[in-house]
């Protein structure tokens, strides 16, 4: 079904969600009802006939076991997707975050059960070292608030008191989280992975012959993360199926350009501007490699044009790979798209191709190679977009503006981890880079005054790592945070990949995936140094246990200002940094929208993996691994079977539930003017499942709901974080006619086969 655009007049639209405990039916929504049209993951009601994807059970959903005697007794814990500006909820330090929708049944008068008044519920880590009271419950749905522990228990307890500081009474039910389930692999799984074949220091330097220029035909060894360790038989894993290639092989670095930092182009409609991908010199402390870069630059030129400019892009390929460039986000001219074998034929070396670029809309774009992006990307070749919005007042006033493109890159010791040359490597978990960058540079340093507030473009052009950054006071000694650091900035997000979210949000962190974008306004009151900081949980697989890690990917130095704090803090621009404005531009057009919420589902797609002929252990160890996924996989902690897969032996599939045609044997078909909304399901039960960034190119859409909750705060978006297990309602707006793709843009995924085409017709 088709749902065609009745444009209405433009009224302003003020967003709230009632979050109701249980709730299956209509949420309020600013006024309007909108259906939460996915069950809770904990419905246990068998789904009729072509019932629609849901949420994963055993990840989002916890059904509570009763003591022996007290049968008749019954309860389960919803993780329910708290509201988040982000794809997913996370605190800075990196922990999931749930709101926690208690369901019970069968409780007894407390007094039946001995001598006790109330029925008290709990949570506590594995161990018991940590124990906090939730509360008196009864039967019934109720809410618990907000669960931020990695692994824990719900126990419900009898109690003399509601308000015992500690369980001392009888327990009655209890239940552990889906992520208690990872656990240290037993004996038997030990040994399998202890009697590996082969050589170990043999394979993790066996030579392949190199093919192709600058195949270097070497294959170094991974590095594990400091402290973390794998079986033995992981470790002597041979090498690849494909050729090593590194760019400039038998090249001098020394003879090659030094790359220059990025210039900003300032365009109006009608210019022209030259872009030419070629080899540079990178130098990354103190040493010298070849690279790839636009114009001799790294990250390539911040093309600055006002929104609804064209301007012509004349590009040059001067490297040894064909390429294209894909112009990402822009609702532009499809045959300028740049996605070869689509669009347009490859631009072999030598070749040019001329760019005609459209600016249809307000936002921060980026630009980069769509023919083995995995490799030439990942070398450098990337740049940003800035669309001036022609309103004045569309953003908040800022006082200085800052570019920061965040990335990591692979390295093996002192030199970088080569790339496959005929396929791609890395292909379970994509290429997670150990050296972090922003802007091309391991170590961001950015001066600002105390009192400033600065408006960030952030855009995430790593492969596949997902950031949740952060801002930490530093007390000035080897970096460290202590009590005497000064306090963190305050951080406001403003606007995502096609323009500003309805209402400006508070937030702790940050969050992006790979291609995703987010415009954020920070403050630092207290002069000091701050580091930027990336902090997460990671997995140790071989404990079956959570870490946490924390990259700091650069330092920010406040200067006081020379004023008075006070009068700092008062000047117009640190005001309007203290309120929370609603965007009305964007609340209008978006209201323009609101009729289709309600509407029911038109598509669906389901994100899942197949494999072929992987080494048995790599086979073994990956089934027992999945006992548990967690919504993201933050960090490459299992970096040689990662290493070794190709997209020979891992293909990634997006799939029509609806036709059963998978990748680019889907053939959707829509007009100019349709609205469509898609159900997206990241399936929990694959091999290998995780959390999928998934870009749609020349439209823009809406992110309706996560899990069946309906998202509060609106902006259009070109790319969104599917985590694993989840289901995600878009709202998806027809404008552009052409061929267009649509794929993960985690890089090795995308090679690895997950992407699709659909045809918009006039």
């Not at 409609?269 to 040493?287: F, N, P």
């Not at 970088?416 to 961001?444: C, I, K, Q, S, W």
């Amino acid at each position: 079904m088709r749902y065609h655009k009745q444009i209405a007049p433009c009224v302003a639209a003020t967003l709230s969600v009632a979050v109701v405990a249980g709730m299956a039916g209509p949420v309020p929504v600013g006024g309007q009802t909108v259906a939460a049209s996915v069950s809770s993951p904990c419905d246990d009601t068998p789904p009729p006939a072509g019932a629609t994807l849901t949420p994963s059970r055993d990840l989002y959903c916890i059904f509570l076991t009763a003591r022996p005697g007290l049968e008749a007794m019954s309860g389960r814990l919803e993780l329910r997707t708290p509201h988040s500006p982000f794809g997913v909820a996370v605190n800075p330090a990196g922990n999931h975050l749930y709101e926690g929708i208690l369901t019970l049944e069968g409780l007894p008068d407390p007094a039946t059960l001995g001598e006790y008044n109330h029925i008290v519920a709990w949570l506590a880590t594995p161990l018991f070292d940590e124990i906090a009271r939730i509360g008196p419950v009864s039967n019934g749905t109720q809410s618990i608030g907000e669960i931020s522990l990695n692994k824990f228990m719900i126990l419900v307890t009898a109690e003399a008191r509601p308000d015992t500081p500690e369980w001392e009474g009888r327990l009655l039910l209890r239940a552990t989280s889906p992520s208690a389930r990872m656990s240290p692999p037993d004996m038997q799984e030990y040994l399998l992975g202890a009697t590996g074949t082969g050589d170990m220091e043999m394979a993790g330097h066996a030579e392949h012959g190199g093919m192709g220029t600058g195949g270097n035909g070497t294959w170094p060894h991974p590095e594990m993360m400091p402290g973390l360790t794998m079986f033995p038989a992981l470790m002597a894993l041979d090498p690849p199926g494909a050729s090593a290639f590194l760019p400039g092989a038998g090249i001098d670095p020394g003879t090659l350009p030094l790359a220059r930092p990025r210039e900003v182009i300032e365009l109006d409609d009608g210019d022209e501007v030259d872009l030419e991908a070629g080899l540079v010199r990178r130098r990354i402390h103190s040493r010298d490699y070849v690279m790839y870069g636009f114009n001799g630059q790294y990250p390539g030129p911040l093309l600055y044009v006002p929104e609804a400019a064209t301007i012509t892009v004349n590009f040059t390929n001067s490297i040894a790979w064909p390429t294209t460039i894909h112009w990402h986000g822009l609702r532009l001219d499809n045959a300028s798209d740049g996605v070869p074998g689509v669009t347009q034929d490859p631009v072999e070396p030598g070749d040019t191709f001329r760019y005609e670029i459209h600016f249809a809309d307000p936002g921060l774009y980026w630009y980069h190679p769509h023919h083995r992006e995995d490799v030439l990307k990942d070398l450098g070749l990337y740049g940003n977009m800035l669309v001036e919005p022609s309103r004045p007042d569309y953003y908040a006033p800022a006082d200085r503006e800052e570019f920061l493109m965040l990335d990591d890159f692979m390295m093996s010791g002192d030199e970088p981890m080569p790339f496959g040359m005929e396929r791609a490597t890395h292909t379970f978990m994509g290429r997670f880079g150990n050296l972090m960058l922003v802007n091309g540079e391991p170590d961001y340093e950015l001066e600002i005054g105390a009192g400033e507030v600065v408006r960030l473009y952030l855009t995430n052009v790593s492969n596949t790592r997902t950031f949740n950054l952060s801002f930490e006071g530093l007390d000035g000694s080897a970096g460290a945070t202590a009590a005497s650091a000064p306090a963190a900035p305050r951080i406001k997000v403003v606007g995502t990949d096609v323009g500003a979210f309805e209402q400006e949000e508070w937030v702790e962190s940050i969050v992006l995936s790979p291609a995703e974008r987010y415009i954020v306004h920070v403050r630092f009151d207290e002069p000091g140094e701050f580091a930027l900081v990336n902090r997460v949980q990671g997995i140790d697989h071989l404990a079956g246990a959570f870490f946490q890690e924390r990259d700091m990917l650069g330092t920010v130095r406040v200067a006081a200002s020379g004023q008075a704090p006070d009068a700092t803090l008062a000047s117009p621009v640190s005001a309007a940094f203290d309120t929370l404005r609603t965007n009305l531009h964007a609340a209008r057009e978006i209201a323009l929208y609101r009729e289709y919420f309600d509407a029911p589902i038109d598509h669906e797609l389901t994100f899942t993996l197949r494999t072929n002929e992987l080494p048995f252990i790599v086979d073994r160890l990956m089934r027992f691994d999945s006992a548990y996924f967690h919504p993201v996989e933050w960090s490459g902690t299992m970096p040689m079977m990662n290493w070794n897969a190709t997209s020979d032996e891992v293909e990634w599939i997006v799939r029509d539930p609806a036709t059963g045609d998978e990748n680019m044997d889907i053939a959707w078909r829509f007009e100019v003017g349709d609205v469509v909304k898609i159900r997206l399901h990241n399936e929990r039960r694959s091999f290998h499942a995780m959390q999928h960034p998934f870009h749609i190119h020349g439209q823009r859409f809406l992110v309706l709901a996560r899990n069946g909750v309906p998202n509060e705060n609106l902006a259009w978006k070109d790319t969104v974080l599917l985590p694993t297990g989840t289901t995600t309602d878009i709202l998806l707006e027809i404008t552009n006619p052409g061929p267009w793709m649509a794929h993960c843009h985690i890089s090795e995924h995308l090679e690895a086969g997950m992407r699709m085409l659909f045809t918009v017709d006039p």
